[in-house]
């Protein structure tokens, strides 16, 4: 008979759990690629010998783990457009990085409130083993919703601190790539960050846990392509796994 899943050794090296929350605990990655393309397209619509954001690789290349301000800046300057930066309560629209922001927001808040969001169940599994070996965990995302969706999970209670794009914005934390958001998530844990791993699928994520000095970066691929698993070796990961449910063990392993 197995005996129940327990944390695999690299995890037992460590003494605290940060994990990002979209791609890596819930299934909205696609919500908001999707979300992103109906706020890009429109803009780009607008520009001559413009293609349209590519849900995939445009999507994993400069907003991915961003936060919204961020992605939608770095997403028009790969395609050359300058527009001005605007103001954070510009309505939504086109004319400004602001605006698309929040048309892209806008778009996301109607589809999670539509139709709910999945979670992974390999992860999952982790949160609960994790937690029940008192293993502090927190949420650390770049998303103001990222609380919401895992409270419609029933995964809130799982951690001891979240904090989301609304507590980075009260705290004028910087974006990834900086490794602000997963600091101040460590600091609330009450754990050295040299003591602590972080658990991320975005490049800027896994690049903002190595110039963290966090003790252990796990990489979330789940593209199932090398190319994936290499870019976020190549941004910092320790090691990759295509689930964080690959990071237990049973008896029969």
């Known amino acids: 008979m197995a ?35 109906l706020a890009f397209d429109a803009c780009l619509d607008l520009h001559e010998d413009q293609p349209p954001f ?66 992974w169940p390999g992860t999952v599994r982790l949160l609960h083993v994790l937690h029940g070996a008192r293993v502090p965990l927190a949420a650390a995302s770049a998303s103001r919703h990222a609380t919401e969706l895992l409270a419609g999970a029933g995964l809130l209670d799982l951690f001891t601190a979240v904090v989301d794009g609304n507590e980075a914005r009260r705290l004028e934390l910087p974006g990834k790539p900086d490794p602000a958001l997963f600091i101040e998530a460590a600091r609330r844990l009450g754990v050295p960050v040299g003591d602590t791993a972080v658990v991320e699928d975005a490049l800027a994520g896994v690049e903002a846990g190595r110039r963290g000095g966090f003790g252990l970066v796990v990489g979330v691929d789940r593209s199932d392509s090398p190319e994936g698993a290499a870019g976020l070796r190549r941004h910092g990961a320790d090691l990759v796994v295509a689930d964080p449910g690959d990071l237990l063990i049973t008896g029969e392993d």
């Open 3 to 37: 005996r129940a899943p327990s944390p695999a050794a690299v995890l037992l090296s460590v003494h605290a759990v940060v994990l990002d929350t979209d791609g890596v605990i819930t299934d909205s990655a696609p919500t908001h690629a999707a979300a992103w393309k």
């Open 54 to 119: 590519d849900e995939v690789e445009d999507y994993r290349r400069h907003v991915d783990g961003r936060s919204r301000g961020d992605g939608a800046a770095a997403f028009l300057a790969s395609r050359g457009l300058d527009l001005p930066e605007g103001s954070p309560d510009d309505p939504p629209g086109t004319g400004t990085v602001s605006a698309v922001a929040a048309r892209k927001d806008e778009e996301f808040t109607r589809s999670i409130r539509a139709h709910p969001v999945a979670v």
